[in-house]
């Protein structure tokens, strides 16, 4: 199985959410996107319950582009560990998603032109060093927003930042640690067995943090 690290950012580092509706939105499209038959792109508003079950999308079924292992949306930009499951299913996958959003996003915001500054980067993942380590920096990633010296090993207070870690939503965390948050979003068999369940693999992303092995994915890492 080949493993992906993927980002696309905010066109000029502008920021692509700006409301809870629209990480919401994104989140959605991870999931309808991921299908292999043609979706709807249409502009749409969550109304209530902001939740991607509320449109009985779950129900439907797929089959699917890639597995999508891991995520995590930052305000300007997203990551995402992706493996193809057919060919160019990456390429298939990545085009629906960054024109779907676009498309509502600019809707949304009565806005013209390139939301995301272009084709996305990717890399793929070749070193058993690189994909041990690569979940637990997706998954650090919001720590930019409440202490960015976690990347060189400074983590001030780690009481706060796992508390932090454990709040923020956006990413695919908290169904690695065992908290549903967006379950039908990834496919998590094989990072869970491959970290022996979510109970170590919380374990093992606090020990690496307090470990300063971020330093480990200088350089493999897109940024």
Not at 49 to 69: M, P
Request: net charge positive; with cysteine; glycine share 4%.
């Amino acid at each position: 199985m080949e493993f992906i690290h993927v980002l696309n950012r905010g066109v000029d580092k502008r920021k692509i959410f700006l409301d809870t509706q629209d990480y919401f939105r994104f989140v959605h499209d991870l999931f309808e996107f991921n299908d292999q038959q043609r979706v709807n792109t249409t502009f749409y508003a969550f109304k209530k319950s902001n939740d991607i079950a509320s449109r009985n999308i779950e129900n439907r079924h797929r089959k699917l582009l890639v597995f999508v292992h891991a995520f995590c949306l930052m305000p300007n930009h997203f990551h995402l560990l992706l493996s193809p499951l057919v060919e160019d299913g990456i390429t298939r996958f990545m085009k629906k998603l960054d024109m779907g959003y676009a498309k509502y996003f600019n809707e949304k915001y009565e806005r013209k032109g390139a939301l995301f500054e272009g084709r996305y980067k990717s890399v793929l993942v070749t070193k058993e060093s690189h994909f041990i380590h690569l979940p637990f920096y997706i998954h650090l990633n919001p720590l930019d927003l409440i202490t960015p010296e976690w990347r060189n090993g400074e983590i001030i207070n780690p009481k706060k930042s796992r508390k932090f870690l454990e709040s923020y939503r956006w990413s695919s965390f908290l169904d690695y640690i065992g908290i549903k948050n967006f379950p039908s979003v990834t496919q998590r068999d094989f990072l869970s067995k491959y970290f022996c369940g979510t109970r170590n693999y919380k374990k093992r992303i606090y020990e690496w943090l307090g470990e300063s092995s971020c330093m480990d994915v200088k350089g493999m890492v897109l940024e």
